[in-house]
């Protein structure tokens, strides 16, 4: 991910999903957890062409509902 988001010029923020109760309690089953300017990308895997598509500003199809 930090690669793909290198080549693409934009940033990466890891956040610990149990350091936090709220992030804890809604995806605590789903890690990792990608989210794309805000918007939910991916979760369990990454699929990085999604990612690349998402990171250039193409529409990506939201993954199943948490």
């Known amino acids: 991910m ?6 693409h010029g934009s940033g990466l923020r890891v956040l610990e ?11 605590t089953d789903h890690v990792p957890v990608l989210f794309v300017r805000g918007a939910l990308l991916d979760y369990w895997r ?12 193409r529409a990506v199809a939201p993954p199943p509902a948490l």
């Open 2 to 7: 930090a690669s793909a988001c290198e080549r």
């Open 17 to 27: 999903v149990d350091s936090d109760e709220g992030l804890r309690a809604r995806f």
């Open 46 to 57: 990454v699929d990085e062409g999604r990612l690349h598509d998402a990171l250039d500003g």
